[in-house]
């Protein structure tokens, strides 16, 4: 399932992506994946600032696992979007 993410910052699309693809069910699952406390989302969200170059390390992997999982084409286009995005925040 594709979904309208313009505007989002990298870490919301990337939420909302994955929420609505069925590979999370919530921020707490996500904020684990990103290997830091189940609040983490919404305290990155009250506060307007972005994860931690750590918490994008660590979601990476699960991202390419993702990738991997899907045979929906447009979605890999995506995932694969969100993947380089997130290896250039890295670099």
């Known amino acids: 399932m594709m979904i309208k993410t313009e505007g989002m910052t990298l870490h919301e699309a990337i939420f909302e992506t994955l929420r609505a693809n069925y590979y999370l069910n919530d921020g707490a699952d996500y904020s684990r994946k990103m290997g830091r406390s189940?609040?983490?989302?919404?305290?990155?969200?009250?506060?307007?600032?972005?994860?931690?170059?750590?918490?994008?390390?660590?979601?990476?992997?699960?991202?390419?696992?993702?990738?991997?999982?899907?045979?929906?084409?447009?979605l890999k286009g995506c995932l694969t979007h969100y993947i380089q995005q997130v290896e250039e925040v890295l670099s």
């Open 38 to 74: 189940r609040t983490y989302l919404s305290t990155l969200r009250y506060s307007g600032h972005s994860p931690s170059i750590e918490a994008y390390a660590n979601l990476l992997p699960f991202l390419k696992e993702c990738l991997l999982e899907t045979e929906d084409a447009d």
